[in-house]
């Protein structure tokens, strides 16, 4: 299906330079048990919201001093006023002073540091004015230690330094999986509520924070190759249901990390089953198709 390997673009959030020079922040690394001198990247792929907190008391006076001096806030609420300071030049120190947390399923999951100074416009815009329950952040980049308590008012989770972070709601996203040719105007309706639920399935599985081989690989799948969509459109329009979704070491790993993503759809009328998989490289920090979905075959 053309165009299965994209992004849906309008999905992606777009970085913009600022008057400073960028400096990058240090890459937390842990020691590689399997070779002494080599490190590791503990790499994370998350789904999830961004949130700002206060990290002190002085933080959240200073804000207000700065609500106080803006022009355009009255008859917002406190959420409108929030990201419209935020959004003027003249308070991007704020951003720098405050403290945004990704939550995940509702748990305050990591603390989000920019790898790059510019970014930090990106925390800036991932604070919606009237958040919706469908926002949706994916976060990129690699987890750090345990964040000191004083970073975020007393909040002890890990620090995340990112390099890519983009915010979307889910409807954007399932407007722009292409439509496989058999998807006729009068089945529109059922696309997507198949491509709902599957989204939501897989970002809902137990404990995904993003941080394992496993759900780096299922949360890149889920908003990045719209095959999976497809296939279980055309399986539910065949009767069968997603029965099942499976995560395995590749036969194929060997000097990389490469997984097999299997799902399986079971006919409701038969109980036979049918499976399909891909696979996904999730040695590095960006995931990335190996193959295409096929015919899954027990060996």
Known sequence: MEGEEEVMEQAQGVTRPVDQPAQATEVPTTPNPEGAGVTTYPYVYAIGRVEPHFPSLAVEKEFAQATGRAEQTEGLTDRQALQSVLSERANRYLARQLCFVLTIEGLETYI????????????????????????????????????????????????????????????????????PDTVSQDEEEQFRSTAEELFYRITQIADNAGATDEHRALNYLVVRYPAIYARTAEAHGSNSSLSGVEVRPSRLSN?????????????RNTDVTEKYFVRVDVTEEFPFLVTKMSPYYER
């Open 112 to 179: 989000l540091q920019p790898r790059d100074p510019v970014d930090f416009e990106l925390l800036g815009e991932a604070v919606r004015p009237s958040p919706s329950p469908t926002d949706v952040d994916v976060v990129i980049g690699v987890r750090g230690p345990i964040a000191p308590s004083e970073a975020c008012n007393g909040l002890i989770v890990p620090l995340v330094a990112f390099d890519q972070l983009y915010s979307f709601d889910v409807d954007s996203l399932i407007q722009g999986i292409p439509r």
């Open 255 to 267: 000097t990389r990390r490469i997984v097999d993503v299997i799902f399986t759809y079971t006919n």
